[in-house]
């Protein structure tokens, strides 16, 4: 199959789903979302693809969502916000979903939208570099996938979403339970194909039942109904526009996107400073 923002390759018996955009550390615009969710398809309807591996090129797994398509295109009014949080919100979630096992390999930077894709897998190795965390908060946005404090508990998950936090290392996500495994930078592919080649040697059938068993335990608990009042709050807080975002675009529309950043660390310094 040709993408132009992914990879897809068949490696029997699993599917191998690599991020291709490293000049942007794999961040997802809207033809990566797409193309995300054509690769599922054609995952889930190969009969001899039975685990789904999803790697990220370069030095990055993905910085979460295309900030500089959004400035080119911005939405306008809550419907169009809408749709566009619902298409993020459904792609993620296929790896959820996904009746077959997904496994995710990380390395370098895997925050926002991107670690929310890492939390949607079934199995999350980690590479020693890698670096976790939602920062969305840091420049009024919101998170369009609230997993975190399903992983973590509602004082950690305070914690890392109120304060926007973007630097999590893998020790201390494992610590937290964020990923399965923390292994040597380059071996996070190969333990994950490791990995999806063990659970692939299952039962199908039994592998497929089992995953659905244990998602519905956290769907019984309210799992998707709360993700789904998370992403209504998203909505309504990406449409009304806060200070602080239209603060940040204009940076980032005078000064381009790496100002912007700076800019959103230099508040959180002096922050820091008056809180001292």
């Not at 000049?23 to 990566?32: C, E, G, P, R, W």
């Not at 194909?193 to 769907?219: C, H, L, Q």
């Not at 806060?242 to 000064?255: P, S």
Request: net charge negative; charged share 30%.
């Amino acid at each position: 199959m040709a993408f132009e923002t992914i990879r897809y390759e068949i490696k029997t018996p699993l599917a191998h789903v690599t991020l291709a955009r490293p000049h942007k550390l794999n961040a997802m615009n809207k033809a990566m979302v797409r193309e995300l969710a054509e690769a599922m398809d054609a995952a889930e309807a190969d009969t001899a693809v039975r685990a789904i591996v999803l790697s990220g090129e370069g030095r990055a797994f993905c910085a979460g969502f295309d900030l500089d398509a959004d400035l080119e295109h911005p939405p306008k009014g809550l419907a169009e916000w809408r749709t566009l949080l619902e298409s993020d919100f459904a792609t993620i979630m296929r790896f959820w979903d996904s009746p077959k096992p997904t496994i995710a390999a990380v390395r370098g930077a895997c925050v926002a939208g991107g670690c929310e894709l890492a939390l949607a897998c079934d199995v999350t190795i980690a590479a020693e570099d890698a670096v976790f965390g939602e920062p969305e908060l840091r420049f009024g946005a919101g998170i369009v996938v609230m997993l975190i404090p399903w992983y973590v508990g509602p004082k950690m998950a305070k914690e890392i979403l109120l304060s926007g936090e973007d630097r999590i290392a893998a020790g201390r996500a494992h610590a937290l339970g964020l990923v399965n495994r923390v292994v040597p930078v380059g071996r996070e592919l190969e333990t994950a194909f490791e990995v999806a080649r063990v659970i692939a040697a299952m039962d199908p059938e039994g592998v497929k039942a089992t995953k659905r068993a244990i998602n519905r335990s956290y769907e019984i608990m309210g799992l998707k109904e709360a993700l789904r009042m998370a992403l209504d709050e998203d909505t309504m807080l990406e449409a009304q526009s806060t200070d602080l975002r239209r603060a940040f675009t204009e940076v980032m529309q005078r000064e381009g996107l790496k100002a912007a950043l700076a800019w959103r660390e230099a508040r959180l310094a002096e922050a820091r400073k008056g809180g001292a």
